[in-house]
């Protein structure tokens, strides 16, 4: 597609109940991000895949979290047992490895632990 | 670990007036990115700054980076209304990936 697609924009949840975010990248990026973005807060980083294998995850905040991506394409980050603290807007994103424009980010899902 | 500062964290100025936001970081960097972020919505890439010295600029918006000082400058010319938002600086260290983003800065700019 022409940009990062995620899914589902907004999702209100009880606490201790899972869920499951969705990331469509840009077709062809073959490196996906995913960042967690409190209320009035900067970006946290939370995992990097580089085609399906993730290189890098240590910002995910507990076990759990956990991403998976297949087909080097869509990423899904799960969240189980969801505590009120795991509020926040997840932005995804995507890039070229390497690429010196950065990435292109997603619009985001806003999930809310109530 | 590499920390990435800005200030200020909030800046209100009136229309016409010039600032500068400044971006400080802790370790060696090749790269770094300027975001900005409108009220629930996502990040929108405004500058990338490859070298010492470089310097790039968009309309009222021009952004540069001494890699030496490990610092890089946002200046606002002439700040108009449509330039509230927030204003996020990222760097990307050595071989690592990950981009690692600066505090942000909540520019409110009033008539």
């Known amino acids: 597609g022409a940009g990062v697609s995620q899914s589902p924009s907004n999702k209100v949840t009880e606490k201790g109940k899972d869920v499951e975010l969705r990331c469509d990248p840009i077709s062809g990026h073959t490196a996906l991000y995913w960042y967690r973005q409190r209320l009035g807060q900067g970006l946290e980083f939370l995992i990097y895949f580089q085609g399906n294998s993730a290189p890098d995850k240590s910002g995910l905040p507990s076990d759990r979290f956990s991403a998976e991506r297949t087909g080097e394409s869509v990423s899904t980050l799960t969240i189980q047992r969801t505590q009120q603290e795991d509020s926040a807007v997840y932005l995804c994103a995507s890039s070229f490895p390497g690429s010196s424009y950065g990435y292109t980010f997603g619009s985001g899902t806003r999930l809310t632990v109530v | 670990e590499l920390k990435v500062e800005q200030n200020p964290l909030f800046l209100s100025m009136q229309e016409g007036k010039n600032y500068t936001i400044y971006c400080n970081y802790s370790t060696t960097s090749d790269r770094l990115y300027w975001y900005r972020q409108d009220p629930g919505k996502s990040l929108e890439s405004l500058f990338v700054?490859?070298?010492?010295?470089a310097v790039k600029q968009e309309g009222r918006l021009m952004a540069s980076l001494d890699t030496k000082a490990r610092l890089s400058t946002l200046h606002i010319t002439a700040a108009v209304h449509d330039l509230s938002a927030t204003y996020f600086c990222a760097v990307i260290t050595g071989t690592a990936s990950k981009l690692t983003f600066g505090t942000g800065t909540r520019l409110q700019v009033t008539l």
């Open positions: 700054l490859l070298s010492n010295g």
